[in-house]
């Protein structure tokens, strides 16, 4: 009869994830001291990388706020729920990936291209591999190019001021 009443109350406060539901993807019980960990070595780790950088800009921002909410938030759920961007688990395989990341970055240094660095641009018609996803928009509609011949004609300003039909008399009279 104890432990109904006071072993039940302390269970129910602190749910205990039993599956993630990913295959391969084994539940984390002390996850948000690991995200924790992860995120605070992620912004040491970016000091590397120079400031005016958008790739340093970036992952601070998004490393701050998730850093952030792990230190606001004590339960799993929460934290899910306030990032947004899946379970826990899986916000720990992206923090170890952006980690990662920012040691290759740090070692690959891609901001330091010279100014005086030609890049070859090659432009040819060879075809594309199959493989490769040809992403060619649809054609525009016939409305589209009637405004830009407007636009281009200066004829847009009489269409916009043209007196229109006032939809709402016309409603009225037709009661």
């Not at 720990?92 to 070859?120: F, R, S, T």
Request: include cysteine.
């Amino acid at each position: 009869m104890f432990l109904r009443r006071v072993a039940r109350p302390i269970m129910m406060m602190a749910r205990l994830k039993e599956t993630t539901g990913i295959v391969g993807l084994d539940v984390v019980p002390n996850a948000r001291e690991v995200l924790i960990g992860l995120y605070t070595k992620t912004l040491e780790e970016i000091k590397g990388v120079p400031e005016d950088e958008g790739y340093r800009k970036a992952v601070e921002s998004f490393t701050r706020h998730r850093l952030k909410v792990c230190r606001e938030e004590e339960d799993w759920e929460a934290i899910e729920k306030s990032i947004g961007c899946g379970q826990v688990e899986e916000l720990i395989e992206e923090a170890q990936d952006e980690l990662k990341l920012v040691g290759h970055m740090n070692e690959w240094k891609p901001w330091g291209i010279p100014d005086d660095y030609d890049c070859e641009v090659i432009e040819n018609d060879a075809p594309v591999p199959k493989h490769i996803p040809l992403h060619r928009p649809g054609p525009l509609p016939e409305e589209f190019y009637k405004t830009l011949e407007a636009v281009n004609t200066e004829t847009l300003e009489s269409i916009i001021s043209s007196p229109k039909k006032d939809v709402t008399s016309s409603a009225s009279q037709s009661k």
